[in-house]
């Protein structure tokens, strides 16, 4: 089975700009989720969706949003960026919702927001 | 929510020896405790996992140890080798999954 994939795999944006980053999971995998990586934080959960409905949210503002299609490709935007946006995104996908199996994870998009 | 703690942040080992990471996590509920190995630029992975109805797996050169009453779960690395050098990643789910802040190993050779 092909991997997940997350394109774009870099992105520079100014601040107050908005952006979209996009995920697609491995075969049959109806959960994605994404995380915020930053050098001494670890993985922040952002939000889960599952079956095109977001299941679980993380404590992340508002400008943060998502969605899932019917083929269980997943887009995430971040509206107003702000210099501490950026971070290394993660997805992952897996079988199960909730955290409760493995999470594939894909090989993120770099956000530098200038 | 769940919270998990994770120590040391970076370990340094002579190549050979054994590594142990240790993890606390909050909420009694979890069930799911995997650990993820991500190398430097590359994506987090698997090494292994556990659940809550077990106490002890082992894969190899890595076991891992669950403490349910004392909530609290270890990695344990034996005879290391350079390509162990890496950021390991503890979790424990409730409703998603909780990192920990991760920990830096360098294996020395």
């Known amino acids: 089975k092909a991997g997940v994939t997350q394109t774009p795999r870099y992105l520079i944006k100014t601040r107050g700009q908005q952006v979209t980053l996009s995920c697609s999971p491995i075969?049959?995998?109806?959960?994605v989720s994404w995380y915020q990586q930053t050098p001494g934080q670890g993985l922040q959960f952002l939000f889960e969706?599952?079956?095109?409905?977001?299941?679980n949210k993380g404590n992340f503002p508002g400008r943060f949003s998502g969605r899932q299609f019917s083929n269980s490709r997943s887009e995430m935007n971040v509206s107003t960026l702000e210099l501490g946006d950026s971070a290394l995104y993660l997805c992952?996908?897996?079988?199960?919702?909730?955290?409760?199996?493995?999470?594939?994870f894909g090989p993120g998009t770099r956000l530098t927001v200038l | 929510g769940e919270n998990v703690e994770q120590h040391p942040s970076t370990l340094s080992v002579q190549e050979g020896d054994s590594a142990v990471i240790k993890c606390t996590y909050s909420?009694?509920?979890?069930?799911?405790f995997p650990w993820y190995k991500q190398e430097l630029g590359k994506r987090p992975q698997l090494i292994i996992d556990?659940?809550?109805?077990?106490g002890e797996k082992k894969d190899q050169r890595i076991a891992v140890t669950l403490n349910k009453t004392a909530k609290h779960f270890s990695l344990h690395i034996t005879e290391t080798q350079p390509e162990d050098s890496a950021v390991y990643f503890c979790?424990?789910?409730?409703?998603?999954?909780?990192f920990g802040a991760g920990t830096t190993v360098t294996v020395r050779a």
């Open positions: 992952a996908s897996s079988e199960l919702q909730g955290g409760k199996d493995e999470q594939f």
């Open positions: 075969s049959g995998h109806r959960s």
């Open positions: 969706y599952f079956s095109e409905t977001q299941r």
């Open positions: 909420d009694s509920a979890s069930n799911y």
């Open positions: 556990i659940r809550s109805n077990v």
């Open positions: 979790a424990a789910n409730d409703y998603k999954l909780s």
